[in-house]
């Protein structure tokens, strides 16, 4: 069965500083992988995913991730962040195509960016 | 840009009573899907349904729940007989095909 860990439950930084969310999985087939913000009281947005091709993936508001098969590992990346990148931050695995799309996801994780 | 909407944001509901959660998908939108978010803990997937079917339903999604497409435009999950434990955030999501999903903004159902 599929599985998604993101390591950090919170994660503090200040404002202008580099970030890391860390999100690792775990499943016998290949897998799409997706990272999802959640602003407060809101839906989740689609931040990137990884279909195929090249291992490191760029989104919307200067996030990127890369894909990394030998460790599992799809870690989420801003090199600095402001304060409105405040959120909780999903990481999720779905198996390839031909399957119904199901999302796995991991327990979130909360950015808190300080002034 | 085109969205997911759900009605009603927040509902509450007494233990026993059956509820009825509405989403309207993305009109392009060929697959859907319901998760649920508890407080404090992460999301998780209910059921998927494309072509007017069940395609796949998770261990939470049993006798109590059922999903409808009624006409072109809604998507509906029913709890036939809520419990205290159905208290969560309710998502709905499409997609276009099965690679990207796009979630509406959920609603609270809180079960007193």
């Known amino acids: 069965a599929q599985s998604v860990t993101q390591l950090d439950s919170q994660v503090p930084v200040f404002e202008e500083a580099p970030v890391e969310l860390r999100c690792n999985y775990s499943s016998s087939v290949s897998v799409y992988l997706f990272w999802y913000v959640q602003y407060p009281n809101q839906g989740l947005q689609l931040l990137l995913k990884?279909?195929?091709?090249?291992?490191l993936v760029k989104g919307i508001n200067g996030f990127e991730a890369e894909f990394n098969k030998s460790q599992t590992s799809f870690h989420l990346r801003k090199p600095s962040v402001h304060i409105s990148d405040t959120a909780e931050y999903f990481c999720?695995?779905?198996?390839?195509?031909?399957?119904?799309?199901?999302?796995?996801f991991g327990q979130g994780t909360t950015l808190q960016v300080k002034p | 840009e085109p969205e997911v909407t759900q009605t009603p944001s927040h509902q509450v509901t007494q233990m026993g009573q059956e509820v009825i959660l509405r989403c309207v998908p993305i009109s392009n939108h060929l697959y859907f899907y319901w998760y649920r978010q508890i407080l404090g803990q992460k999301v998780e997937f209910l059921v998927s349904f494309y072509n007017n079917e069940i395609s796949e339903k998770s261990e939470i999604f049993d006798d109590q729940f059922s999903v409808e497409r009624p006409d072109g435009s809604n998507f509906t999950l029913k709890i036939r007989s809520t419990k205290l434990e159905d208290s969560a955030m309710y998502f709905c999501?499409?997609?276009?095909?099965?690679?990207?999903?796009?979630f509406g903004p959920g609603t609270r159902l809180t079960v007193t």
């Open positions: 999720a695995v779905s198996d390839r195509p031909g399957n119904t799309g199901k999302l796995i």
């Open positions: 990884y279909l195929s091709g090249s291992t």
């Open positions: 999501a499409s997609s276009e095909v099965a690679d990207e999903q796009y």
